[in-house]
């Protein structure tokens, strides 16, 4: 490219999941000019600098920030208070800070009051995760086609959040911009719900008197399989988001609750009517959301199946 | 193949995913002399004939039992009883009549009494299956490195069992023995329970007076996305499911309420040490499904994502 990359210095703070797969996609793109992290211990130092992903791997998050026209907070949402206070006093001036927490009320709360004058604060939340984490996960294409929701304070500067926006594009994502509080209601149902029944029921099938976990793995694929993933994912990610949504997540919790009492009754009635008309209800959103590209039309999330192979005679 | 095929004749009553399927892969395998399927309606009987992986199509159950010495109804396990009656008379001597059904007590209490003498009773259940239905959605590979459950009543004929058995097996399956009441219970919660917890958190997402559908959609590649698969499945084969394996269901549903009431407290009450140990237990049982092939290891189930282009400046 012949033009100057939109940020000069992107420091990711945090090199897991999303901060590895942010450093990877800009750095294919061209979106800044040089990308840094750091890491306190020697071992992940050494491990992202192995990657090459980086252009520096720096000892503290103060040296990683100087310097820096964009900071990103890749960590566990209960984290990033903390870390927006040490950063506050290394941060350029003009410099846009944003995160990546699954929560953004909490965000608005825990970081906003240590950003320091003359600095934007722009927090993001990109719609996109595999189970997996850790600094060798991420992969550049995780953005694609998923949607980064922005939640500027009110009064933030238009440029600084048109900058972002256009940061995020260019990762392949589509951006939308909400209130941190109706984003923690949406994400309460879309994700943090999803995830705290996933965690649920394999954890009830693991504790089973009646059922061994031998035979759970073994039949797994009658659809219980399907919950394990997202049970599988970074667990103290996942403890800070319910602590830090605790409000929207009951709030969602009590209307599925309302919901499963419902289906429990209609089963004890031997009501098949309410069953059939529930369960043929719920195919219009798997189609809605397969339409808009948001999951794979092939069955099974085009899980690969072997080939069939005769047995020798 | 030299060898004479397993069965002579084996008839499909029902040609959905499984029936659709089973004579796919038994046509590649060579596992039968010839396969036939019967359909009420005209359109259907013209669709399955077009799709040319039978040898017939006949009107009538009746017609296509005629001859077979291996039956295996393909159908909602509500409509069993009801065909295992109608087809009884037309049942050859020394034939064996199985099904495909989720749910084994029920089977052998509404099939069981109308086997004639001398016809092999022999109850199984693949643990295989994907959101699609209907003739068209079957395929040769469903089978491979799944599991067949086979309950033959107590005293049913060993070499019965054992031919069904190599059925399956050449079907690219594995296969167990088990009592219907023990099925049950494993399916109820390897099964039958994500099922109906998919099928509700899809509900209670559709329905939601702060949230919309279309962000509902949006933004459900953050975990809900994952649920809404299994909750497109065929709602007439899981309305009978539910009215059939009740007891089961209804058990499990107790102890996954339990579980959810535990989470909710350590949520409500800050309690992160909780949440973070549970979190952490529920990757073991997924690295087990992973380790013994029954689900994918890569990422996201394996889901495709496009690449990256560079926006043209």
Known sequence: MSTEPLFKRVALIGFGLIGGSIARAARAQGLAGEIVTSARSAK??????????????????????????????????????????????????????????????????????????????????????????????????????????????????????????????????????????????????????????AYTIVGTADELAQVTSSEVIKFSAGGFRDFTRIAASDPTMWRDVFLANKEAVLEMLGTFNEDLSKLTRAIRRNDGEALFEHFTRTRAIRRGIVEIGQDSAAPDFGRPHANLTKKPE
């Open 44 to 197: 992940t130092r050494a491990r992202v600098e192995e990657l090459r992903v980086v252009d520096r791997v720096l000892e503290t998050n103060a040296e990683a920030v100087k310097g820096a026209d964009l900071v990103i907070l890749c960590i566990p949402v209960g984290a990033c208070g903390p870390v927006a206070e040490e950063i506050a006093p290394f941060l350029e001036q003009d410099a846009i800070v944003s995160d990546v927490g699954s929560v953004k009320g909490a965000i608005a709360r825990d970081m906003g009051p240590h950003i320091p004058q003359g600095v934007h604060f722009v927090p993001a939340h990109p719609v996109a995760g595999t189970e997996h984490s850790g600094p060798d996960s991420g992969f550049a294409e995780l953005f694609i086609n998923r949607w980064c929701i922005l939640t500027p304070p009110e009064g933030t500067d238009a440029a600084a959040v048109e900058k972002l926006r256009e940061f995020w594009a260019g990762l392949g994502a589509k951006v939308e911009i909400m209130t941190p509080d109706h984003h923690d209601l949406v994400l309460a149902i879309t994700s943090h719900l999803p995830h705290l029944i």
